[in-house]
Protein backbone atom coordinates (compact mmCIF):
# COMPACT_ATOMS: atom_id res chain seq x y z
CA UNK A 1 0.00 0.00 0.00
CA UNK A 2 1.93 3.59 -1.43
CA UNK A 3 1.82 5.78 1.61
CA UNK A 4 -0.05 9.12 0.40
CA UNK A 5 3.19 11.39 0.99
CA UNK A 6 0.68 14.44 0.73
CA UNK A 7 -0.38 14.10 4.36
CA UNK A 8 1.79 14.06 7.25
CA UNK A 9 1.78 11.04 9.71
CA UNK A 10 1.04 13.85 12.60
CA UNK A 11 -2.41 13.83 11.15
CA UNK A 12 -2.28 9.55 11.31
CA UNK A 13 -2.81 10.53 15.03
CA UNK A 14 -5.12 13.19 15.08
CA UNK A 15 -7.63 10.79 12.80
CA UNK A 16 -7.20 7.81 15.09
CA UNK A 17 -7.36 9.95 18.32
CA UNK A 18 -11.24 9.61 18.82
CA UNK A 19 -11.16 6.24 18.56
CA UNK A 20 -8.35 5.27 20.61
CA UNK A 21 -10.00 8.20 23.01
CA UNK A 22 -12.99 6.24 23.01
CA UNK A 23 -11.47 3.09 23.83
CA UNK A 24 -9.36 4.42 26.22
CA UNK A 25 -12.18 6.23 28.23
CA UNK A 26 -14.67 3.00 28.26
CA UNK A 27 -12.70 0.11 28.05
CA UNK A 28 -9.45 0.82 29.28
CA UNK A 29 -10.23 3.07 31.94
CA UNK A 30 -12.52 1.46 33.25
CA UNK A 31 -11.50 -2.15 33.44
CA UNK A 32 -7.96 -0.97 35.09
CA UNK A 33 -9.87 0.69 37.64
CA UNK A 34 -11.92 -2.47 38.40
CA UNK A 35 -8.83 -3.88 38.37
CA UNK A 36 -7.32 -2.28 41.16
CA UNK A 37 -10.87 -1.69 43.06
CA UNK A 38 -10.42 -5.57 43.45
CA UNK A 39 -7.77 -5.12 45.39
CA UNK A 40 -9.18 -2.46 48.13
CA UNK A 41 -11.67 -3.73 51.08
CA UNK A 42 -12.90 -1.33 53.45
CA UNK A 43 -10.20 1.23 52.38
CA UNK A 44 -7.16 -0.98 52.29
CA UNK A 45 -5.38 -2.94 50.16
CA UNK A 46 -6.17 -6.99 50.23
CA UNK A 47 -6.79 -9.57 48.88
CA UNK A 48 -9.90 -10.33 50.87
CA UNK A 49 -12.23 -9.63 48.25
CA UNK A 50 -11.28 -12.57 46.55
CA UNK A 51 -10.99 -14.99 49.49
CA UNK A 52 -14.51 -14.17 49.76
CA UNK A 53 -15.84 -14.51 45.88
CA UNK A 54 -13.97 -17.90 45.63
CA UNK A 55 -14.82 -19.66 48.76
CA UNK A 56 -17.79 -18.11 50.95
CA UNK A 57 -21.44 -18.80 49.90
CA UNK A 58 -23.11 -17.26 47.79
CA UNK A 59 -20.37 -16.25 45.80
CA UNK A 60 -18.55 -19.47 45.30
CA UNK A 61 -21.85 -21.41 44.40
CA UNK A 62 -22.34 -18.49 41.88
CA UNK A 63 -19.47 -18.86 40.27
CA UNK A 64 -19.82 -22.74 40.01
CA UNK A 65 -23.08 -22.02 38.75
CA UNK A 66 -22.05 -19.57 35.79
CA UNK A 67 -19.28 -21.98 34.59
CA UNK A 68 -21.25 -24.85 34.89
CA UNK A 69 -24.25 -23.42 32.97
CA UNK A 70 -22.07 -21.66 30.48
CA UNK A 71 -20.10 -24.84 29.73
CA UNK A 72 -23.27 -26.35 29.11
CA UNK A 73 -24.69 -23.34 27.02
CA UNK A 74 -21.84 -23.36 25.22
CA UNK A 75 -21.43 -26.99 24.29
CA UNK A 76 -25.34 -27.27 23.05
CA UNK A 77 -25.61 -24.38 20.91
CA UNK A 78 -22.74 -25.48 18.82
CA UNK A 79 -23.36 -29.11 18.98
CA UNK A 80 -26.79 -27.83 17.58
CA UNK A 81 -25.23 -25.38 15.39
CA UNK A 82 -22.75 -27.40 13.75
CA UNK A 83 -25.22 -30.06 12.24
CA UNK A 84 -27.26 -26.93 10.70
CA UNK A 85 -24.27 -25.84 9.36
CA UNK A 86 -22.79 -29.00 7.45
CA UNK A 87 -26.28 -28.52 6.29
CA UNK A 88 -26.19 -25.76 4.55
CA UNK A 89 -22.58 -24.75 3.75
CA UNK A 90 -22.85 -27.06 0.50
CA UNK A 91 -26.23 -25.97 -0.03
CA UNK A 92 -27.11 -23.69 -2.84
CA UNK A 93 -26.94 -19.51 -3.46
CA UNK A 94 -30.85 -19.51 -2.00
CA UNK A 95 -30.30 -21.67 0.49
CA UNK A 96 -27.49 -20.33 1.68
CA UNK A 97 -28.74 -16.46 1.87
CA UNK A 98 -31.85 -17.34 3.56
CA UNK A 99 -30.05 -19.17 6.10
CA UNK A 100 -27.42 -16.17 6.75
CA UNK A 101 -30.39 -13.81 6.47
CA UNK A 102 -32.39 -15.80 8.86
CA UNK A 103 -29.71 -16.05 11.78
CA UNK A 104 -29.10 -12.44 11.15
CA UNK A 105 -32.47 -11.23 11.81
CA UNK A 106 -32.69 -13.46 14.86
CA UNK A 107 -29.57 -12.09 16.51
CA UNK A 108 -30.86 -8.86 15.86
CA UNK A 109 -33.76 -9.03 18.01
CA UNK A 110 -33.38 -7.90 21.59
CA UNK A 111 -32.63 -10.54 24.12
CA UNK A 112 -34.89 -9.09 26.35
CA UNK A 113 -37.67 -9.65 23.89
CA UNK A 114 -36.65 -13.40 23.16
CA UNK A 115 -36.34 -13.36 26.86
CA UNK A 116 -39.33 -12.58 27.32
CA UNK A 117 -41.10 -14.25 24.86
CA UNK A 118 -39.66 -17.66 26.91
CA UNK A 119 -41.29 -16.41 29.93
CA UNK A 120 -44.56 -16.64 27.62
CA UNK A 121 -44.24 -19.80 26.03
CA UNK A 122 -42.82 -21.78 29.51
CA UNK A 123 -46.03 -19.96 31.83
CA UNK A 124 -47.94 -22.20 33.90
CA UNK A 125 -50.80 -21.86 31.17
CA UNK A 126 -48.45 -21.21 28.27
CA UNK A 127 -48.69 -23.64 24.55
CA UNK A 128 -45.74 -25.56 26.31
CA UNK A 129 -47.60 -26.78 29.14
CA UNK A 130 -50.23 -27.36 26.72
CA UNK A 131 -48.92 -29.16 24.03
CA UNK A 132 -47.12 -31.39 26.61
CA UNK A 133 -50.27 -32.82 28.40
CA UNK A 134 -51.68 -32.99 24.96
CA UNK A 135 -49.14 -35.14 24.14
CA UNK A 136 -49.44 -37.26 27.61
CA UNK A 137 -46.04 -36.24 28.49
CA UNK A 138 -47.41 -35.35 31.50
CA UNK A 139 -49.85 -35.52 33.94
CA UNK A 140 -50.51 -31.96 35.22
CA UNK A 141 -49.25 -28.66 34.47
CA UNK A 142 -45.28 -28.35 35.15
CA UNK A 143 -43.61 -25.24 36.75
CA UNK A 144 -40.97 -24.60 34.11
CA UNK A 145 -40.37 -20.93 34.79
CA UNK A 146 -37.62 -19.90 36.95
CA UNK A 147 -36.03 -23.20 36.44
CA UNK A 148 -32.39 -23.44 35.77
CA UNK A 149 -33.92 -25.74 32.17
CA UNK A 150 -35.82 -22.24 31.31
CA UNK A 151 -32.37 -20.51 31.43
CA UNK A 152 -30.35 -22.67 30.06
CA UNK A 153 -32.99 -22.82 27.27
CA UNK A 154 -33.31 -19.47 26.47
CA UNK A 155 -29.30 -19.03 26.75
CA UNK A 156 -28.85 -21.47 23.96
CA UNK A 157 -31.41 -20.14 22.16
CA UNK A 158 -29.72 -16.56 22.36
CA UNK A 159 -26.35 -18.10 21.36
CA UNK A 160 -26.96 -20.42 19.29
CA UNK A 161 -26.96 -17.99 15.92
CA UNK A 162 -23.73 -16.56 16.74
CA UNK A 163 -22.25 -20.08 16.74
CA UNK A 164 -23.98 -21.15 13.52
CA UNK A 165 -22.51 -17.81 11.58
CA UNK A 166 -19.03 -18.43 12.81
CA UNK A 167 -19.21 -22.23 12.18
CA UNK A 168 -21.02 -21.62 8.51
CA UNK A 169 -18.45 -19.01 7.71
CA UNK A 170 -15.56 -21.61 8.06
CA UNK A 171 -17.70 -24.45 6.66
CA UNK A 172 -17.90 -22.92 3.35
CA UNK A 173 -14.24 -22.48 3.34
CA UNK A 174 -13.73 -25.82 3.41
CA UNK A 175 -12.18 -27.69 0.78
CA UNK A 176 -13.73 -30.65 0.20
CA UNK A 177 -11.81 -32.49 -2.51
CA UNK A 178 -9.28 -33.62 0.48
CA UNK A 179 -12.91 -35.03 1.86
CA UNK A 180 -13.05 -36.76 -1.36
CA UNK A 181 -10.12 -38.17 -1.68
CA UNK A 182 -9.48 -39.86 1.59
CA UNK A 183 -13.24 -41.77 0.63
CA UNK A 184 -11.55 -42.69 -2.76
CA UNK A 185 -8.43 -43.65 -0.63
CA UNK A 186 -10.79 -46.36 1.30
CA UNK A 187 -11.99 -44.30 4.37
CA UNK A 188 -15.57 -44.55 5.76
CA UNK A 189 -17.67 -41.23 6.36
CA UNK A 190 -16.11 -40.89 10.16
CA UNK A 191 -13.18 -41.68 9.56
CA UNK A 192 -13.07 -39.41 6.35
CA UNK A 193 -14.86 -36.59 8.49
CA UNK A 194 -12.20 -37.11 11.41
CA UNK A 195 -9.15 -36.74 9.13
CA UNK A 196 -9.66 -34.51 6.51
CA UNK A 197 -13.53 -32.06 7.47
CA UNK A 198 -12.49 -31.94 11.27
CA UNK A 199 -9.16 -30.49 10.75
CA UNK A 200 -10.29 -27.67 8.84
CA UNK A 201 -13.09 -26.82 10.71
CA UNK A 202 -11.80 -27.19 14.28
CA UNK A 203 -9.85 -23.77 14.70
CA UNK A 204 -13.65 -22.19 14.02
CA UNK A 205 -15.46 -24.39 16.29
CA UNK A 206 -12.78 -24.02 19.51
CA UNK A 207 -13.48 -20.27 18.42
CA UNK A 208 -17.15 -20.29 18.87
CA UNK A 209 -16.75 -22.33 22.27
CA UNK A 210 -14.49 -19.90 23.28
CA UNK A 211 -16.98 -16.55 22.50
CA UNK A 212 -20.22 -18.52 23.23
CA UNK A 213 -18.16 -19.34 26.77
CA UNK A 214 -17.63 -15.82 27.18
CA UNK A 215 -20.54 -14.10 26.26
CA UNK A 216 -22.43 -16.78 28.39
CA UNK A 217 -20.66 -16.05 31.68
CA UNK A 218 -21.50 -12.57 31.74
CA UNK A 219 -25.40 -12.86 31.19
CA UNK A 220 -27.48 -11.88 33.76
CA UNK A 221 -30.72 -11.08 32.19
CA UNK A 222 -31.74 -14.94 31.61
CA UNK A 223 -31.15 -15.82 35.12
CA UNK A 224 -32.70 -12.70 36.54
CA UNK A 225 -35.65 -13.16 34.82
CA UNK A 226 -36.50 -16.93 34.14
CA UNK A 227 -34.11 -18.12 37.03
CA UNK A 228 -34.98 -19.34 40.57
CA UNK A 229 -32.95 -18.10 43.23
CA UNK A 230 -30.46 -20.89 42.50
CA UNK A 231 -29.92 -20.19 39.15
CA UNK A 232 -28.15 -16.57 40.17
CA UNK A 233 -25.06 -16.53 37.88
CA UNK A 234 -22.46 -14.10 38.16
CA UNK A 235 -23.73 -11.25 36.35
CA UNK A 236 -26.83 -10.72 38.56
CA UNK A 237 -24.51 -11.16 42.42
CA UNK A 238 -22.18 -8.54 40.50
CA UNK A 239 -25.73 -6.16 39.81
CA UNK A 240 -26.93 -7.17 43.74
CA UNK A 241 -23.61 -6.17 45.10
CA UNK A 242 -23.20 -2.60 43.53
CA UNK A 243 -26.16 -1.72 43.70
CA UNK A 244 -27.20 -3.18 47.24
CA UNK A 245 -23.77 -3.47 48.99
CA UNK A 246 -22.42 0.11 49.40
CA UNK A 247 -19.52 -0.66 51.75
CA UNK A 248 -17.87 -3.21 50.36
CA UNK A 249 -20.13 -3.99 46.87
CA UNK A 250 -17.64 -2.40 44.84
CA UNK A 251 -14.70 -4.49 46.08
CA UNK A 252 -16.59 -7.23 46.00
CA UNK A 253 -18.35 -7.04 42.55
CA UNK A 254 -14.54 -6.05 40.61
CA UNK A 255 -13.45 -9.34 42.49
CA UNK A 256 -15.79 -11.33 40.42
CA UNK A 257 -15.08 -9.45 37.57
CA UNK A 258 -11.31 -10.11 38.03
CA UNK A 259 -11.68 -13.75 38.80
CA UNK A 260 -14.32 -13.66 35.70
CA UNK A 261 -11.68 -12.41 33.44
CA UNK A 262 -9.54 -14.33 34.47
CA UNK A 263 -11.07 -17.40 33.43
CA UNK A 264 -11.84 -16.44 30.40
CA UNK A 265 -8.50 -15.44 29.35
CA UNK A 266 -7.38 -19.48 30.90
CA UNK A 267 -10.10 -20.64 28.26
CA UNK A 268 -8.75 -18.36 25.32
CA UNK A 269 -5.58 -19.81 26.00
CA UNK A 270 -6.72 -23.35 26.04
CA UNK A 271 -8.18 -22.23 22.61
CA UNK A 272 -5.23 -21.54 21.11
CA UNK A 273 -3.33 -24.41 22.52
CA UNK A 274 -6.41 -27.01 21.19
CA UNK A 275 -7.30 -25.30 17.76
CA UNK A 276 -3.63 -24.78 17.01
CA UNK A 277 -3.16 -22.11 13.85
CA UNK A 278 -6.43 -22.60 12.25
CA UNK A 279 -7.76 -21.47 15.63
CA UNK A 280 -5.64 -18.24 14.94
CA UNK A 281 -6.44 -17.75 11.43
CA UNK A 282 -10.33 -17.52 12.47
CA UNK A 283 -9.76 -15.48 15.09
CA UNK A 284 -7.78 -12.83 13.16
CA UNK A 285 -10.20 -12.84 10.24
CA UNK B 1 -29.53 -43.33 -3.75
CA UNK B 2 -29.07 -45.96 -1.28
CA UNK B 3 -31.48 -45.76 1.58
CA UNK B 4 -29.88 -44.92 4.44
CA UNK B 5 -28.82 -42.32 2.59
CA UNK B 6 -31.88 -41.11 2.15
CA UNK B 7 -32.65 -41.73 5.63
CA UNK B 8 -29.64 -39.43 6.85
CA UNK B 9 -31.15 -36.84 4.24
CA UNK B 10 -34.49 -37.01 6.05
CA UNK B 11 -33.44 -36.71 9.43
CA UNK B 12 -30.63 -33.92 8.91
CA UNK B 13 -34.03 -31.88 6.86
CA UNK B 14 -35.94 -32.65 10.03
CA UNK B 15 -33.36 -31.47 12.45
CA UNK B 16 -32.97 -28.30 10.69
CA UNK B 17 -36.43 -27.71 10.46
CA UNK B 18 -36.70 -28.62 14.66
CA UNK B 19 -33.67 -25.71 14.85
CA UNK B 20 -35.26 -23.53 13.16
CA UNK B 21 -38.68 -23.70 14.82
CA UNK B 22 -36.51 -23.46 17.94
CA UNK B 23 -35.37 -20.87 17.37
CA UNK B 24 -38.26 -18.59 16.23
CA UNK B 25 -40.71 -20.26 18.44
CA UNK B 26 -40.77 -17.10 21.53
CA UNK B 27 -41.54 -14.47 18.69
CA UNK B 28 -43.71 -16.71 17.11
CA UNK B 29 -45.88 -16.75 20.13
CA UNK B 30 -45.20 -13.83 21.51
CA UNK B 31 -46.48 -11.74 18.83
CA UNK B 32 -50.07 -13.03 18.49
CA UNK B 33 -49.88 -12.80 22.76
CA UNK B 34 -49.83 -9.55 22.57
CA UNK B 35 -53.33 -9.08 20.67
CA UNK B 36 -54.81 -10.52 23.76
CA UNK B 37 -57.59 -8.84 25.61
CA UNK B 38 -57.37 -10.05 29.00
CA UNK B 39 -55.25 -8.99 31.71
CA UNK B 40 -52.69 -11.66 31.57
CA UNK B 41 -50.75 -13.29 28.57
CA UNK B 42 -52.61 -16.48 27.06
CA UNK B 43 -51.51 -18.46 24.41
CA UNK B 44 -53.26 -18.78 22.23
CA UNK B 45 -55.17 -15.60 22.71
CA UNK B 46 -58.85 -16.06 22.64
CA UNK B 47 -60.04 -12.79 22.92
CA UNK B 48 -58.15 -10.34 20.49
CA UNK B 49 -57.95 -6.70 21.15
CA UNK B 50 -55.41 -4.14 20.67
CA UNK B 51 -55.69 -2.85 24.17
CA UNK B 52 -52.41 -3.03 25.47
CA UNK B 53 -50.69 -1.44 22.45
CA UNK B 54 -52.60 1.57 23.03
CA UNK B 55 -52.05 1.26 26.76
CA UNK B 56 -48.38 1.23 25.68
CA UNK B 57 -47.99 3.61 22.56
CA UNK B 58 -50.52 6.65 25.47
CA UNK B 59 -48.60 5.76 28.68
CA UNK B 60 -46.13 8.62 29.46
CA UNK B 61 -43.50 6.31 30.63
CA UNK B 62 -42.84 4.62 27.86
CA UNK B 63 -42.71 7.02 25.08
CA UNK B 64 -40.24 8.26 27.34
CA UNK B 65 -38.20 5.41 27.51
CA UNK B 66 -38.72 5.34 24.08
CA UNK B 67 -37.69 8.91 23.61
CA UNK B 68 -34.37 8.48 26.28
CA UNK B 69 -33.32 5.31 23.87
CA UNK B 70 -33.75 6.86 20.63
CA UNK B 71 -31.77 10.07 21.81
CA UNK B 72 -28.70 7.72 23.59
CA UNK B 73 -28.78 5.52 20.23
CA UNK B 74 -28.23 8.38 18.17
CA UNK B 75 -25.74 10.07 19.56
CA UNK B 76 -24.31 6.70 19.83
CA UNK B 77 -24.55 6.23 16.55
CA UNK B 78 -23.21 8.89 15.14
CA UNK B 79 -20.10 8.72 17.89
CA UNK B 80 -19.30 5.11 16.52
CA UNK B 81 -19.78 5.67 12.89
CA UNK B 82 -17.97 9.12 12.75
CA UNK B 83 -14.62 7.64 14.78
CA UNK B 84 -14.81 4.92 12.62
CA UNK B 85 -14.43 6.27 9.12
CA UNK B 86 -11.75 8.53 11.16
CA UNK B 87 -10.09 4.94 11.15
CA UNK B 88 -10.91 3.94 7.59
CA UNK B 89 -8.91 7.14 6.59
CA UNK B 90 -6.20 6.19 8.65
CA UNK B 91 -6.09 3.09 6.38
CA UNK B 92 -6.84 4.62 3.42
CA UNK B 93 -3.87 7.00 3.34
CA UNK B 94 -1.55 5.12 5.65
CA UNK B 95 -1.66 1.35 5.02
CA UNK B 96 -3.00 -1.25 7.12
CA UNK B 97 -3.02 -1.00 11.05
CA UNK B 98 -0.50 -2.85 12.92
CA UNK B 99 -1.84 -5.75 15.01
CA UNK B 100 -1.63 -3.88 18.40
CA UNK B 101 -3.45 -0.89 17.30
CA UNK B 102 -6.17 -3.41 15.51
CA UNK B 103 -6.42 -5.53 18.90
CA UNK B 104 -7.01 -2.20 20.71
CA UNK B 105 -9.86 -1.06 18.70
CA UNK B 106 -11.30 -4.27 18.45
CA UNK B 107 -10.77 -4.49 22.26
CA UNK B 108 -14.37 -4.05 23.13
CA UNK B 109 -15.78 -7.55 21.13
CA UNK B 110 -13.46 -9.40 23.72
CA UNK B 111 -13.98 -8.53 26.74
CA UNK B 112 -17.79 -8.96 28.43
CA UNK B 113 -20.02 -6.08 28.78
CA UNK B 114 -20.18 -7.18 32.63
CA UNK B 115 -16.98 -6.11 33.22
CA UNK B 116 -16.59 -3.15 31.24
CA UNK B 117 -20.24 -1.72 32.99
CA UNK B 118 -18.43 -2.97 36.79
CA UNK B 119 -15.41 -0.92 36.03
CA UNK B 120 -17.32 1.93 34.45
CA UNK B 121 -19.85 1.87 37.64
CA UNK B 122 -16.20 1.92 39.85
CA UNK B 123 -15.48 5.10 37.81
CA UNK B 124 -18.59 6.85 37.70
CA UNK B 125 -19.80 6.60 41.36
CA UNK B 126 -17.06 9.26 42.71
CA UNK B 127 -17.26 11.40 39.73
CA UNK B 128 -21.28 11.78 40.18
CA UNK B 129 -21.82 10.71 36.56
CA UNK B 130 -23.46 7.31 37.54
CA UNK B 131 -26.84 7.49 35.57
CA UNK B 132 -25.62 10.35 32.87
CA UNK B 133 -27.16 9.79 29.35
CA UNK B 134 -24.07 11.30 27.68
CA UNK B 135 -21.72 8.18 29.70
CA UNK B 136 -23.81 5.65 28.10
CA UNK B 137 -23.87 6.72 24.78
CA UNK B 138 -20.33 7.26 25.02
CA UNK B 139 -19.87 3.61 26.39
CA UNK B 140 -22.10 2.16 24.24
CA UNK B 141 -20.33 3.57 20.98
CA UNK B 142 -17.01 2.39 22.11
CA UNK B 143 -18.93 -1.42 22.33
CA UNK B 144 -19.72 -0.61 18.79
CA UNK B 145 -16.52 0.19 17.50
CA UNK B 146 -15.53 -2.67 16.54
CA UNK B 147 -18.40 -3.08 13.98
CA UNK B 148 -18.09 0.58 12.29
CA UNK B 149 -14.27 -0.29 12.18
CA UNK B 150 -14.51 -3.30 10.32
CA UNK B 151 -16.84 -2.01 7.89
CA UNK B 152 -14.90 1.20 7.22
CA UNK B 153 -11.85 -0.73 6.89
CA UNK B 154 -13.47 -3.11 4.32
CA UNK B 155 -14.74 -0.03 2.20
CA UNK B 156 -12.18 2.48 2.17
CA UNK B 157 -8.90 -0.58 1.74
CA UNK B 158 -11.34 -1.37 -1.39
CA UNK B 159 -10.78 1.93 -3.04
CA UNK B 160 -8.05 2.74 -5.10
CA UNK B 161 -4.87 4.95 -4.16
CA UNK B 162 -4.73 6.69 -7.02
CA UNK B 163 -8.39 7.72 -7.08
CA UNK B 164 -6.99 10.40 -4.59
CA UNK B 165 -3.93 11.72 -6.66
CA UNK B 166 -5.89 11.90 -9.57
CA UNK B 167 -8.62 14.20 -8.01
CA UNK B 168 -5.69 16.23 -6.32
CA UNK B 169 -4.35 16.63 -9.82
CA UNK B 170 -7.81 17.62 -11.23
CA UNK B 171 -7.48 20.80 -8.38
CA UNK B 172 -9.43 19.56 -5.65
CA UNK B 173 -8.59 19.99 -2.24
CA UNK B 174 -8.24 17.71 0.79
CA UNK B 175 -11.44 18.24 2.10
CA UNK B 176 -13.39 17.99 -1.73
CA UNK B 177 -12.23 14.96 -2.48
CA UNK B 178 -13.04 13.64 1.27
CA UNK B 179 -16.56 14.80 1.09
CA UNK B 180 -17.16 14.34 -2.95
CA UNK B 181 -15.29 11.48 -3.69
CA UNK B 182 -14.37 8.70 -0.90
CA UNK B 183 -17.78 9.32 1.17
CA UNK B 184 -20.09 8.85 -1.66
CA UNK B 185 -17.70 5.47 -2.35
CA UNK B 186 -18.44 4.05 1.47
CA UNK B 187 -22.01 5.20 1.42
CA UNK B 188 -23.14 1.83 1.66
CA UNK B 189 -20.43 1.17 5.02
CA UNK B 190 -20.88 3.87 6.26
CA UNK B 191 -24.83 3.85 6.39
CA UNK B 192 -24.71 0.14 7.71
CA UNK B 193 -22.20 1.26 10.73
CA UNK B 194 -24.85 3.86 10.92
CA UNK B 195 -27.87 1.25 10.90
CA UNK B 196 -25.79 -1.05 13.50
CA UNK B 197 -24.30 0.69 15.71
CA UNK B 198 -27.58 2.87 16.30
CA UNK B 199 -29.20 -1.13 16.51
CA UNK B 200 -26.47 -1.92 19.38
CA UNK B 201 -27.39 0.97 21.58
CA UNK B 202 -30.93 0.61 21.10
CA UNK B 203 -30.82 -2.71 22.28
CA UNK B 204 -28.11 -2.98 24.92
CA UNK B 205 -29.12 -3.91 27.89
CA UNK B 206 -25.66 -4.66 30.49
CA UNK B 207 -24.71 -1.34 30.34
CA UNK B 208 -27.98 0.65 30.30
CA UNK B 209 -28.83 -1.22 33.60
CA UNK B 210 -26.01 -0.97 35.08
CA UNK B 211 -24.43 2.72 34.58
CA UNK B 212 -27.02 3.95 32.24
CA UNK B 213 -30.21 6.47 33.34
CA UNK B 214 -32.52 4.89 36.34
CA UNK B 215 -35.49 7.48 37.20
CA UNK B 216 -35.81 7.72 33.10
CA UNK B 217 -34.02 4.36 32.12
CA UNK B 218 -33.90 3.47 28.31
CA UNK B 219 -36.18 0.87 26.92
CA UNK B 220 -34.29 -2.46 27.50
CA UNK B 221 -33.47 -1.04 31.08
CA UNK B 222 -37.05 -0.12 31.74
CA UNK B 223 -38.34 -3.30 30.23
CA UNK B 224 -36.08 -5.33 32.62
CA UNK B 225 -37.18 -4.12 35.63
CA UNK B 226 -40.31 -3.96 34.67
CA UNK B 227 -39.99 -7.63 33.64
CA UNK B 228 -38.64 -8.11 37.53
CA UNK B 229 -41.45 -6.56 39.09
CA UNK B 230 -44.71 -7.38 37.12
CA UNK B 231 -45.62 -8.55 33.68
CA UNK B 232 -48.61 -7.76 32.20
CA UNK B 233 -49.00 -7.92 28.52
CA UNK B 234 -47.90 -4.57 28.10
CA UNK B 235 -44.54 -5.74 27.74
CA UNK B 236 -45.45 -8.01 24.71
CA UNK B 237 -46.80 -4.82 23.00
CA UNK B 238 -43.65 -3.45 23.05
CA UNK B 239 -41.61 -6.25 21.98
CA UNK B 240 -43.85 -6.47 19.71
CA UNK B 241 -43.02 -3.02 18.44
CA UNK B 242 -39.29 -3.29 19.06
CA UNK B 243 -39.23 -6.65 16.79
CA UNK B 244 -41.23 -4.55 13.68
CA UNK B 245 -38.17 -1.60 14.19
CA UNK B 246 -35.54 -4.56 14.18
CA UNK B 247 -37.22 -6.02 11.35
CA UNK B 248 -37.16 -2.96 9.31
CA UNK B 249 -33.64 -2.30 10.30
CA UNK B 250 -32.87 -5.69 9.11
CA UNK B 251 -34.20 -5.58 5.64
CA UNK B 252 -32.83 -1.69 5.18
CA UNK B 253 -29.42 -3.94 5.98
CA UNK B 254 -29.88 -6.46 3.51
CA UNK B 255 -31.00 -4.03 0.75
CA UNK B 256 -28.03 -2.54 1.65
CA UNK B 257 -25.49 -5.42 1.54
CA UNK B 258 -26.39 -6.49 -1.94
CA UNK B 259 -25.85 -3.46 -3.10
CA UNK B 260 -22.46 -2.97 -1.22
CA UNK B 261 -21.52 -6.49 -2.55
CA UNK B 262 -22.52 -5.22 -6.25
CA UNK B 263 -20.81 -1.99 -6.24
CA UNK B 264 -17.28 -4.15 -4.73
CA UNK B 265 -17.23 -5.66 -7.92
CA UNK B 266 -16.81 -2.43 -9.71
CA UNK B 267 -15.13 -0.45 -7.20
CA UNK B 268 -14.05 2.81 -8.89
CA UNK B 269 -17.18 2.70 -11.55
CA UNK B 270 -18.81 5.76 -9.18
CA UNK B 271 -19.57 8.87 -10.53
CA UNK B 272 -18.48 11.43 -7.89
Known sequence: MAKNSALSSGLKYCLLAPGLLLIGLAIVMPITVGFFAAFRS???????????????????????????????VAAVSIGMAFPVCMFFARAGRIATGFFVASM???????????????????????????IAIAMGLYDQKQMMLFTRGAVVVAMIQFMTPYAALILFSAMRRVDHDIVLASRTLGASWWQGFRSAYWPQVSGSVVLATVLVFSMATGFFVAPALLGGPGEAM??????????????????????????LAFILAIVTVAGFWLGGSSFLRSASR | MSRSHILVRIAAVAFVCAYFVFLLAPIVVMVPASFTAHDILSFPPDQLSMRWYSEVLNS??????????????????????????LVGFVVYHYGPLGSGLRLLLLSPMLVPHIVVATGLFQVLVPMRLLGDPW???????????PVTVILSIAAFDAIERSLWTAASTLGARWHQITIKVMLPIAATSIVASLILSFENS??????????????????????????LQESTPALAAVSTLLLVITLVCAAILGLLSIRRRRNEAQPTSEEP
Not at chain 1, 238 to 244: P, R
Not at chain 2, 60 to 67: K, M, Q, V
Open chain 1, 42 to 72: NGVWTLQNFQTVLTQAPYATVLVNTLMISVV
Open chain 1, 104 to 130: TIVLAISMLVRTYAWQVILAYNGPLNE
Open chain 1, 234 to 259: VGTQIHADLVFNYKNGAGLATAQGVV
Open chain 2, 60 to 85: REWLDSAAMSLEIAIVSMVIATVTGV
Open chain 2, 135 to 145: VLAIAQAAMAL
Open chain 2, 202 to 227: WHEVTLAVFVGPAVQATLPSKMFSFL
